[in-house]
């Protein structure tokens, strides 16, 4: 990995350092955003060298910003003393939990499958990797 | 626990009980080496390995823990479940790749192989060995009482009777068949478990009255419950949310699949599929849960005298008995189908991965052994079920949390970080294991909790986050230089 690479790592240390303060401290708003931009970056960690290869830099980012537009609304609409309101069957702060949070992360799975040639295993670098050592050792 | 008394139930559950036995004979003639035995000699396709992951993960809490959960305290272990789409994804992104690659040049068949290959050296194959053995003598443990509760309710049998039938199979097809037959069953019954959580899940609806009906009773009794936190509050929810969402990585018996995988290619569909297929059981977690309390609170049905009672009960009074048998003999999919995985890997520390970093190579006759220890591991968590329930819920504490603390770091950071060392990974393992523990032993007996239902496992991982990435920068000069040019290569494609 890179030096990129290296600045991401470092900048998971410091999230998981901020998110352990946040929850002794009980500031769960923070603790939530902390939690996203953590899951972001092992994402971007994960996508190594093909990590500025479009659309990932973009999947992230936006992941990201959407995660946190959706824990927002969530904290705003969780008002259990207003009256009811129902969406497609449950309450409105709910209802972005179940819509929102719970299927977003299928485009992350899309974008995988979509552009794995390009941002997960590019067909020529997996042929340079099995040429210099597609071999089975089983001494190594 | 309510008993079953119709036959086409116990019908259901014995055909299933058949169809293990017939697939782990067809298995165990394609079951020659080690490699076949523990890695199904590399050699399965994709839909194999995507339902086979997806099943091993959905274990007996998906099935009975997750509704009584959710009939607990509501939405809260939602977050759980629901974020299994981005876990998966994520554990493609950040592993898929380079474990399969790490198998495409090396002898590579269990984690500690893998974590081997990649730091050198005994200790981190041996931290590794031990976190994944200490794992699973919990959650077999856990399993195995599980299967034992299962089939008492359905079979009428005493406990001792139950757990010889359902461990005699598993038996079975595990040690003829190894990971060969654990994935094929692990695909008939991740199959078996989607159609019946689709089935349940418009059960629970319809009983319920429907979705807007079952929020509207809730909302009644309590709104926080049905709120997107539910009972147990924000704090414990997100934690739950970071544990779920990066502790999949750290899941032996999930990620050891990717070693399976016949061509390297495959991995492409399987971040999607893996992610959906899961969120089809999410709907039952999610459903009969929200149903089951809905129709105490409304009067319709009595309080359950404890939270795991939700699916069996429902399924008992709101299901036709055919539904009840496919969800019986799919509850016992889900736990077996974890159990097979967990013993699989936990022979393996044992015969494989422990001599190795002990003596600096496995024992001879290695499958053979595999096969003995397999059946040794089942049989002590058999007696365990029987003589030491007490000790298993404490071991069960060593379960996802653990796992996710001890391994997360070290394979996810790890196979993606050249500046990661060897010490860094065994310091996060030992700082993981001991912080669960004493975590979970403390709150236990009410010494210390942490704030506002925080979950014990998701402090650990990010302790041991901390941890390893400290101890790397500290201890990483010339690091780099150590790792084998062949690992490299893996790490940078």
Not at chain 2, 478 to 483: H, L
Request: aromatic residues 10%; glycine residues 10%; positive net charge.
């Amino acid at each position: 990995m890179n030096n990129s690479g290296s600045i991401l790592v470092k900048a998971i240390l410091v999230l998981a350092i901020a998110a352990i303060l946040f929850a002794l401290t009980n500031s769960w708003l923070l603790f939530g955003v902390t939690a996203w931009s953590l899951m972001m970056l092992g994402l971007a960690v994960g996508f190594g060298a093909q990590l500025s290869q479009k659309p990932i830099p973009i999947l992230i980012v936006g992941l990201l910003v959407v995660y946190i537009v959706l824990l927002t609304a969530i904290a705003l609409l969780d008002n259990p003393r207003q009256p009811l309101t129902l969406i497609l069957g449950f309450p409105a702060a709910t209802a972005v939990l179940v819509y929102g949070i719970w299927p977003v992360a299928t485009v992350i799975g899309l974008v995988y499958a979509l552009t794995f040639d390009r941002t997960v295993l590019p067909p020529d670098r997996l042929d340079e990797f099995i040429r210099r050592f597609g071999r089975k050792d089983p001494q190594a | 626990m309510p008993i079953v008394e119709s036959p086409t139930i116990l019908i259901c559950v014995l055909l299933y009980l058949a169809a293990c036995l017939c697939i782990g004979v067809w298995a165990m003639k394609r079951t020659r080496t080690i490699s076949d035995f523990l890695v199904a000699g590399k050699a399965l396709g994709p839909t194999v390995v995507i339902i086979a992951a997806m099943s091993s993960l959905m274990s007996g809490f998906g099935f009975v823990g997750g509704p009584g959960l959710v009939y607990d305290s509501g939405s809260s272990s939602l977050w759980m479940t629901f974020i299994a789409i981005f876990g998966f994804a994520f554990s493609w992104v950040i592993v898929g790749k380079r474990m399969r690659l790490m198998a495409e040049v090396r002898e590579v068949l269990t984690l500690p192989d893998v974590v081997a290959a990649r730091y050198g050296g005994r200790a981190p194959r041996f931290m590794m060995a031990v976190a994944i053995f200490l794992g699973v003598v919990g959650y077999l443990g856990t399993q195995v009482l599980a299967i034992g509760m299962v089939l008492v309710v359905v079979l009428n049998v005493q406990l001792p009777v139950a757990l010889l039938i359902g461990l005699g199979v598993l038996a079975f097809y595990s040690v003829a068949g190894g990971i060969f037959a654990g994935v094929y069953t692990d695909l008939f019954q991740g199959l078996l478990m989607m159609v019946a959580a689709l089935a349940v899940f418009y059960y629970a609806l319809t009983v319920g009255g429907g979705m807007s009906e079952i929020s509207r009773t809730l909302w009644q009794a309590d709104p926080e419950f049905i709120g997107p936190w539910g009972a147990r509050g924000p704090l414990a929810s997100l934690s739950w949310l970071l544990l779920f969402g990066i502790g999949g990585v750290g899941q032996p018996h999930v990620i050891t699949k990717f070693l399976m995988l016949r061509n390297i290619r495959d991995l492409r569909w399987g971040a999607l599929f893996t992610g959906c297929s899961y969120a089809i059981l999410s709907l039952l977690w999610m459903s009969v849960g929200l149903s089951m309390r809905a129709l105490v609170e409304s009067g319709r049905q009595q309080p359950l005298a404890e939270a795991d009672l939700a699916a069996p009960v429902f399924l008992l009074t709101y299901t036709p008995d055919l539904l009840a048998g496919m969800v019986f003999a799919g509850l016992l999919a889900a736990i077996m189908s974890t159990s097979d995985s967990f013993l699989n890997i936990g022979a393996a520390a044992v015969v494989r991965d422990i001599p190795t970093a002990l003596t600096g190579h496995p024992i001879r006759r290695e499958l053979l052994w595999t096969r003995v220890m397999t059946a040794v591991l089942l049989a002590s968590a058999a007696l365990f079920a029987l003589y030491m329930e007490n000790l298993i819920a404490l071991m069960g504490t060593f379960g996802w949390g653990t796992f996710a603390a001890a391994i997360v770091p070290s394979v996810a950071i790890g196979l993606n970080w050249k500046r990661a060392t060897g010490l860094a990974c065994t310091s996060s393992i030992g700082v993981s294991i001991v912080l669960n523990f004493v975590l979970e032993l403390s709150a236990r007996h009410g010494f210390y909790s942490l704030p506002d239902g925080f979950s014990v496992g998701c402090f650990s991982l990010l302790i041991s986050l901390v941890v390893f990435i400290v101890v790397s920068l500290l201890s990483s000069k010339n690091a780099k230089d150590k790792i084998a040019p062949d690992i490299e290569a893996a790490m940078e494609v």
